[in-house]
C-alpha cells in the first residue's frame, strides 16, 4: 500500500538536544516538502527537496536541517537552536516533471513537544 | 508576500445544508489553487486542484471556483453530511515548483 510514513506520532525533546523527525515514501515521488503548523496557523514550509541530494530552505527554516540521500527518505533535524519547536510537523511528496502539477500527499504527522 | 485568509475559522451546520467555504489570497499571480481537508491529529488529503486558467473544479459533492482578479475561491459542499466534518484549507502556489502559501483554514462541523 503506497503512502507517507511519518515516525514517531510523538516525540519529546529536552533543552539543549537535537531530534530526528523520519518521513519516508513509496509513492516513487522525486519532492519532498516539511511543514510545521501551529495552532491558529497555516503550515508553514521548512524545507523542500526536488532531486536526490539537493534540497533548498523554505520561509521557517532557521534551527532546521535536512538531507536527502536517498529518494524514499528526508528526515528533518530539529536543532538545539531552534528556540520554539513545539509543534505538529508534516511530511509531504509529489510526483514532480508531469505537465501539470500535482497535489501534495501528506503523512500523518508527528507532535513535538519540550520537556 | 502571499496572504491567505479563510473565513470563517469554524462553522456548524445542520446535516443536509449546503455550505460555502471562502478562501481569499493578496497576490493575483498564482499557478494554481488547492484544497485540503484535515482530519484531528492527521495529515492533509488532497480535495481540488484548480489550475490559474480554470474557474472551477468539481468532485462528487465538492466544487471549488476560482475568480483570480478579485483574489478569491470558494469551496462548495452540497448535502453536507457528518463524515465531513474536518478542518478545510486552501493554498496558493505561486510559482508551479507547488510552494504552497496556506491559510489558516476553516473547522466544519456538521451536526447529524
Known amino acids: 500500500d503506497g503512502g507517507i510514513t511519518q515516525s514517531p506520532k510523538y516525540l519529546f525533546r529536552k533543552e539543549g538536544q537535537n531530534v530526528t523527525l523520519s518521513c519516508e515514501q513509496n509513492?516513487?515521488?522525486?519532492?519532498m516538502y516539511w511543514y510545521r503548523q501551529d495552532p491558529g496557523q497555516g503550515l508553514r514550509l521548512i524545507y523542500y527537496s526536488q532531486i536526490v541530494n539537493d534540497f533548498q530552505k523554505g520561509d521557517i527554516a532557521e534551527g532546521y536541517s535536512v538531507s536527502r540521500e536517498k529518494k524514499e527518505s528526508f528526515p528533518l533535524t530539529v536543532t538545539s537552536a531552534q528556540k520554539n519547536p513545539t509543534a505538529f510537523y508534516l511530511c509531504?511528496?509529489?510526483?514532480?516533471?508531469?505537465?501539470?502539477?500535482?497535489?501534495?500527499?501528506f503523512g500523518d504527522g508527528t507532535r513535538l513537544s519540550i520537556l | 508576500k502571499q496572504e491567505v485568509t479563510q473565513i470563517p475559522a469554524a462553522l456548524s451546520v445542520p446535516e443536509g445544508e449546503n455550505l460555502v467555504l471562502n478562501c481569499s489570497f493578496t497576490d493575483s499571480a498564482i499557478y494554481n489553487l488547492q484544497w485540503f481537508r484535515q482530519d484531528p491529529g492527521k495529515g492533509l488529503t488532497s480535495l481540488l486542484l484548480i489550475q490559474s486558467s480554470q474557474r472551477e473544479q468539481t468532485s462528487g459533492r465538492l466544487n471549488a471556483s476560482l475568480d483570480k482578479s478579485s483574489g478569491r475561491s470558494t469551496l462548495y459542499i452540497a448535502a453536507s453530511q457528518p463524515g465531513d466534518s474536518a478542518t478545510y484549507l486552501c493554498a496558493v502556489d505561486q510559482t508551479g515548483a507547488n510552494n504552497l502559501f496556506f491559510g489558516t483554514g476553516t473547522r466544519l462541523t456538521v451536526i447529524p
Open positions: 509513492l516513487n515521488h522525486d519532492a
Open positions: 509531504a511528496s509529489m510526483l514532480s516533471g508531469t505537465a501539470r502539477v500535482q497535489p501534495q500527499h
